[in-house]
């Protein structure tokens, strides 16, 4: 094998490597190019969802502190007052059993 040949073959081979580099760089740029935008509304559409848990988050914690603050002893006692008014004025009309 003389000079020529081998630099032939390396000059073939160097083309080669290059021509699969540049696929290579090729596919990777339309696989970027597909893939980027998809990831991007994925990204939005969790950061949307996170606000949206967010604001569920924040009714709760306000209905529960709505809840905690409700005095229940009052609550309980204007209840049994009430059936007590509801009783009399159901024996007033006839309609009530006595207690």
Not at 20 to 37: D, E, G, Q, R, S
């Amino acid at each position: 094998m003389n000079t020529e040949d081998l630099i032939r073959r390396q000059t073939n081979w160097i083309k080669a490597i290059f021509g699969c580099l540049a696929a290579l760089v090729a596919a990777v740029i339309i696989f970027a190019a597909i893939l980027v935008p998809k990831v991007s509304k994925t990204i939005d559409d969790v950061e949307q969802s996170l606000t949206e848990i967010n604001v569920l988050i924040e009714d709760a914690e306000e209905a529960l502190g709505n809840i905690n603050s409700m005095d229940f002893e009052n609550l309980n006692k204007a209840i049994n007052d009430l059936a007590v008014v509801t009783n009399f004025l159901a024996n007033i009309f006839g309609g009530g059993n006595s207690n």
